[in-house]
């Protein structure tokens, strides 16, 4: 049993959130799903018109946020042709609103299952994903913890199509798990990706070098630089190359590593500086390193004890990791709620917490000295630690 330092002891009580995650605004939408869920009689099944008013009905109640007298009504289309999909596409929106991210998980499955097609009518014709029809996916369902193995309970439910950059073979569905004991949120849908495919889960698109972010990794690797004892700096999941290329010109002696080949290729065109094209995890590295940079990297992957186990391989007593990742509980994303882009991006396997996130590197042999927001990205926690 490790002693948690003081520091990441209080980390959780610092910013403890409230624990129940049903605000009080809503609880007579969750008691309504929770009677919805005990009802097993088949539904009426009603004409089109009546059908019409009825949707209509639901709709404008649920504009005025008025959901326990929008869900009956929805609920009770849920067999009729032309309505039950849409229907229960609605039902599931607001179960995750209501707090029951397990039931709108069901809902919007079983919505897409009933209607593949639905896409036509979610999306106006000029939309890419307009035509796009709905294939069952291969999951694995990932139920528990990465962290600590244990069983999760479903946190929040969304329909990630509506992201611009949702890659096609995704599972449309996105079920985030909560694991209490580590305070920790992942992915339960691990769609089964094809090699070709493996850069969706680490780099939605190969964009432009971000020329805003020069500074601010400057004043980042210059505070790094007064901790570590060397100048040896590496830096796995380089994207488009605005730290690495930043560290390099602030001289510090630079390994990059990236999985995707086309942001190696980018780099080499754009800075004229080679990094290494390869899996950080299984990548035979021949040195240990005085900096450790993983900006934005994490949140990526879906085995996070691997991953900052083998960067404890590749560090020595006094090492500095600094890690950026998005908070689920940052500031930006409790302002945004329901609209944080992050709760519906495709490429995240998982979302950390101040806590979780200093308990694993805590774990790993890494004493935490510095926690910051994010000046670069909105909603990530910026974390210095050392190795002991
Ligand atoms: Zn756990």
């Not at 499955?109 to 014709?125: D, G, H, Q, S, W």
């Not at 590496?234 to 001289?251: D, F, N, P, T």
């Not at 998005?326 to 101040?354: A, I, T």
Request: glycine share 4%; with cysteine.
């Amino acid at each position: 049993m490790v002693t948690l330092p003081t520091y990441v002891q209080n980390a959780k009580r610092h910013i403890s959130l409230s624990q129940d995650s049903t605000p009080n605004t809503y609880k007579a939408a969750y008691e309504c799903l929770q009677s919805i869920k005990k009802i097993d009689d088949p539904a009426q099944k009603y004409d089109h018109e009546a059908a019409k008013q009825i949707y209509t009905k639901a709709e404008t109640h649920s504009s005025k946020q008025q959901y326990d007298l929008a869900l009956p009504l929805y609920y009770s289309l849920r067999e009729t042709l032309n309505f039950s999909a849409m229907s229960l596409f609605r039902m599931a929106g607001l179960a995750n609103i209501a707090g029951d991210a397990g039931y709108a998980s069901v809902c919007f499955y079983k919505a897409f299952e009933i209607e593949p097609n639905l896409n036509r009518r979610l999306f106006a014709k000029e939309h890419s994903l307009h035509m796009h029809v709905y294939e069952k996916m291969d999951d694995r369902r990932a139920e528990t913890c990465p962290l600590c193995g244990r069983a999760g309970r479903p946190y929040w439910c969304y329909y990630i199509g509506l992201r611009p950059n949702y890659p096609k073979s995704f599972n449309p569905v996105r079920t985030w798990m909560y694991c209490e004991p580590c305070h920790h949120l992942w992915s339960a849908e691990m769609t089964e990706y094809n090699e070709a495919e493996a850069p969706l889960l680490h780099t939605s698109v190969v964009t432009k070098a971000n020329p805003g972010r020069f500074t601010a990794y400057s004043r980042i690797l210059c505070s790094l630089r007064e901790h570590a004892m060397g100048n040896a700096l590496l830096e796995i999941g380089v994207g488009e190359g605005e730290c690495i290329s930043v560290a390099r010109e602030l001289l510090y002696d630079t390994t990059g590593i990236d999985l995707t080949k086309e942001c190696v290729d980018y780099i080499k065109k754009t800075f004229q500086m080679d990094v290494i094209h390869g899996d950080f995890l299984t990548h035979p590295f021949e040195q240990l390193f005085d900096v450790i940079v993983l900006g934005d990297v994490i949140e990526h992957v879906r085995d996070p004890q691997a991953f900052i186990k083998r960067t404890a391989e590749l560090s020595h007593k006094g090492t500095v990791l600094w890690v950026s990742t998005p908070s689920f509980e940052s500031v930006y994303s409790l302002y945004l709620g329901h609209n944080d882009p992050m709760r519906r991006e495709p490429s995240h396997c998982g979302y950390f917490s101040h806590f979780s996130l200093c308990s694993l590197l805590d774990a790993h042999g890494f004493d935490v000295i510095a926690y910051e927001v994010s000046a670069q990205y909105y909603g990530s926690m910026e974390v210095t630690a050392i190795k002991r």
